[in-house]
Structures are given as C-alpha cells and as structure tokens.
C-alpha cells in the first residue's frame, strides 16, 4: 500500500513503548475463568423468572469493574473466545468461519501469556475439565506459552452436572491449584464446561431450578440454561469468597465465551428489538464480566468492550504496564 515501508512501521511501532507505562511493583495472582456459554438473557429485554439467577455475581459492587463484552462467536466455537481475550487479536480482521487455534497458531506465539511470562515471572496454567482433543488446545496452549495444562484426567471427576464437569468442582481445582503454585505469580485461565449445550439434558445428574414466568408457551431448554447458570452463581460465590481470605493479592477474571443457542421463539418473545437488524443482532453477541480483586480497586461499570479489549482492564487493574500492543489497541 501507498506509504507502506519498514522504517514507516518502526515509526509507528516506536509511538508505542512498554517504559511509557511504570509498574506499581504489582504482581498479584490473576485468575481467569472463560465460563462456558455463560450470559446475561437481560441484555435481549425482560425475561421473567420465579426467582433471580446469578445473585451473587449480580451483587458484585466492591473493588470490582464489571459490565459488557462483545464476542465474535454465538452458540459455540469457544476457542475463537480464548484466542481473542490471550492474543488481543480480533477475530473481524479473519476470514469467515477460521479457527486460529487450528489453522494458524503453529509456533510460538505473542500473547498475555507469553507477555506475563517474559516480562513478570509468572507461571502460566491452564486448564479445561474436557478432553485434550477439542480446539488442539495442547498445542495451542503451548504456542501461546502456558507452562502447563490440565484436561479431564488431571480432575477429580466426582462433581457431574448433567454429563460434564460441574463448574464447582472446577473452581475448586483451580483453588487447589493455585495453593500448590503460589509461591511465585499465577496465571491461571480456566474454560469450563458445565454450562455447554445442548439443553435437552433428562437423567439423574440435574433437575431446573428456575422457571419462566409469564410466557406465551413453555421453553424447557431455556429453563434448564437459566438453572445451570444459577449453579454457577453458587459456584462463583465460593471461588470470590475463598480468594478474599488468602493474603496474596489475587485478581479474579470472570466472563461468558458467548450466548446459548436456544429456542428462537424466545428471543423473539423476549427482544424489544429487530433481531434481524445488525443491532439485534448485536445483542446475542454480548456476555457480562467481571474483574475482582481482595485489594482495594475503584468501582467502574464498563458499558460495551469486546473480548480482545478485556486483557488491558486486567493489566489496569493488577498494576502491570501495558504491552505495546495493547497500547495500540
């Protein structure tokens, strides 16, 4: 392109320096939990329940940012989800449909991970209570320089919400973890799986706790969605409340990689807007997050960001300088 040279890149790279920002001899503990289709249905318009679903999560005011991200990926593909939030890398600037975890992660790769590694003498882990197989996470997560990673074998596999691994279990491996390796930093990024779909589940291993109120017909899958992530919730107020005890300084991640595919007859219920206009659709693109510390953070609600924006309110938040990427961003 007109104007495309190496010394104009280096200039431009240059605008960019990771002194430009100092360290506040911060290095506290981050644990990041990527919870499987967790969402807020709120975000679509009313939706009526006998009884609120995240309570907890919902509470969350101090030393806590939260809000709203967008994704790149509805009703699945989680990897897309992982690669935005560790590489800062947009999944718009892709083709339609790549997995980058698959397609284009090959070697050694910049990322959060390899940046808080470097720079900071973090040990990095990550861990997913599913097989090795999905997404060639092992590679990946090699790539992208995770320490070590731990799938289903590496867990206790005693705590079964329908067929996967409960996110209680999970967190509490990830406080397990994290008390075996916290005598240096931690980086610890999760995905779960208790929350996946599809949410026809009958048996013996959960039962809905949570029911619409109000509606035109019954909607059973979006009952049992609502349910699972009210287990979360429980789930969640364990993990917060363990790490606000421990002595080190710890910072807890928490977001949904995108929303659950369910009946289309609810979303056109309960939306307040065009679902087939770009900014209806928009709406079934955003999940909540949250950022806590057991330290003193101001209070912020973050109205819209996307995932591969989250990583710069992590660094704000745990004192470490900005990498020059994310500067630029």
């Given amino acids: 392109p007109d104007g495309y040279s190496i010394e104009n890149i280096n200039k431009l790279a240059d605008k960019y320096s990771e002194s430009d920002s100092e360290n506040d001899n911060r290095s506290p503990h981050i644990i990041v939990i990527m919870d499987e289709a967790f969402s ?120 079964y919400v329908r067929q996967y691994i409960s996110d209680k279990e999970m967190f509490d491996t990830v406080i397990d973890t994290y008390e075996k390796n916290k005598n240096g930093p931690l980086f610890l990024f999760g995905v779960s799986m208790q929350n996946h779909g599809d949410y026809s589940y009958v048996g013996d291993n959960f039962d809905s706790s949570i029911s619409l109120v109000g509606y035109d017909k019954d909607y059973p899958d979006v009952e049992q969605y609502l349910s699972l992530i009210h287990e979360t919730d429980k789930a969640v107020e364990n993990l917060v409340s363990y790490f606000e005890s421990v002595d080190e300084e710890v910072v807890i991640v928490f977001y949904g990689d ?72």
């Fill in 40 to 159: 807020d249905l709120g975000v679509l318009g009313q939706v009526s329940t006998d009884k609120k679903v995240t309570p907890f999560i919902s509470s969350l005011k101090k030393n806590t940012v939260s809000g709203y991200a967008l994704t790149s990926v509805y009703g699945g593909t989680t990897a897309n989800s992982e690669y935005e939030f560790l590489t800062g890398n947009s999944m718009a600037w892709l083709s339609p449909n790549v997995l980058p975890y698959q397609q284009y992660i090959r070697s050694s790769t910049y990322s959060m991970v390899s940046y808080l590694k470097t720079n900071y003498n973090y040990q990095c882990i990550a861990m997913h209570p599913y097989l090795a197989s999905g997404w060639n996470r092992p590679d990946a997560y090699s790539y992208l320089g995770f320490d070590k990673t731990m799938f289903v074998d590496d867990f206790p596999q005693k705590d």
């Fill in 258 to 329: 995108h929303q659950p595919k369910l009946d289309n007859d609810f979303y056109n219920e309960v939306s307040n807007k065009d679902l087939a206009d770009i900014y209806g659709k928009q709406i079934k693109y955003k999940v909540p997050f949250f950022i806590c510390t057991n330290y003193e953070i101001d209070r912020k609600f973050v109205e819209c960001t996307s995932l591969n924006y989250l990583s710069s309110y992590v660094y704000n938040i745990a004192g470490i300088p900005l990498p020059s990427y994310n500067q630029f961003l």
